[in-house]
Every structure is written in C-alpha cells, then in structure tokens.
C-alpha cells in the first residue's frame, strides 16, 4: 500500500511534544499557549491542532480540521507542479570535421528547438585518431554557440570528457510577439457624376418676345 508522505510530515494534536507552541488560524490571533492548552482550545472548537513550522520557537500550530488541511496541502503541490515548465534536452553531433552543409543543416534544427523552449546538448565525437582535433572541435561548438546567440545562452562552455566534447545551449526567454497592425483599407475614390455632354437640354416650352 502507497504510503501518504504529506500525512506523515505534519505531527496533529498528542503527536506534539513540545512545552508551548504559537497558534494561529482562522479569525485567531496570533498567542503563545501550553500545548496542552492548545489541544483543549483545538478539541472546544471541533478541529485539530496541526504542527505546520516544528523549527520555529515555540513551534507554530494551527487550528483547522486535519483532513481539510492535508486537502489544501495537495491541491497546492499539484498547482506548484503544474505551474512547472518541462525543459527537453536536444542532442545534435558533429565530427571535427563536419562541412558547411551538415553544420547549417543541424545549426537550422538547433534554432527550432531552442525556439521552442529545449535545451540543446550539442557535441563532437572524436573517433580514433581524431582526438587529435580537439582544438577544432571545439572551435566549431563555440562557432555554432555564437551562430545561436540570438535564440541561446551557453549554459557550459565546451568540455571535454572521454571521446567527447559537450557544449550546453538553454533558450532565451522569448519577448512578446510584436502586434501586426491590421492592414489599411483604402477605399475606392467614388467620383461625382459628370453631366454627359450630349445629353438632351431641358425644354422650357416656346420663347414669348418681352420675356428676359
């Protein structure tokens, strides 16, 4: 049977030992009381007396039913746990020698990923007689660091161990995304309807002599 460790960190009511202890709850203020006083007041008021800072002077207690303490107590780990951000380690290998086309080709996965929030883990696997290239080796890790400053930080400098040289790269914390401002829209210019110049004039009927 899965053991409960959180109920087993807080001491409740008997458990507690000490000769005094400070409690505190709800709508309590804050008082330095014999512990066997606290366990009284506690049971008056149908809760538990709970050790919630045992390395305090005096210990400091609370008043609050155990179960709905240790309810509150998991609902926050779980909120601490979720609230935790889960950082993948990306690994990308080169040779001493890796040419241009290999090294931009990994170099382009690297911005992915760093992009995306992982850290990169990037090396040289030295082969044989190629430990001989380990001053290039790490020449070409600082390179590919230096091409990645815009989306990294190094994290460890190029290290040696065994038959292999390591660099660490983690993710710059990645600012706002600029607001595109939405598009002007230019409307179409609506021109005034111009008298056709053939059109027929308007008849006024006959013209009377004396008439201005």
Known sequence: MKKDNLKQQYRINEQIRVREVRIVGDDIESTVMPTSKAIQLAESQGVDLVEISPNATPPVCRLIDYSKFL??????????????VKVDVKEIRFGPQTDDHD????????????????????????????????????????????????????????????????IFIAPKKMGQKKVEK??????????????????????????VEGED
């Not at 598009?183 to 013209?207: D, F, H, T």
Request: charge should be positive.
């Open 71 to 84: 309810y509150q107590q998991k609902k926050r780990q779980k909120e601490m746990k979720a609230k935790q």
């Open 182 to 207: 939405p598009a002007e829209v230019i409307m179409p210019k609506v021109e005034k309807a111009q008298p056709k110049a053939n059109a027929p004039k308007e008849y006024k009927g006959p013209r």
């Open 103 to 166: 090294y931009n080709f990994k170099l382009k996965h690297a911005q992915g990923f760093l992009s995306d929030g992982d850290k990169v883990k990037a090396y040289v696997f030295f082969k044989g007689r190629s430990i001989l290239f380990k001053e290039q080796g790490e020449v070409l890790l600082l390179r590919f660091a230096n091409d990645l400053e815009e989306y990294g930080k190094v994290e460890q400098m190029p290290l040696l161990e065994g038959k292999r040289m390591t």
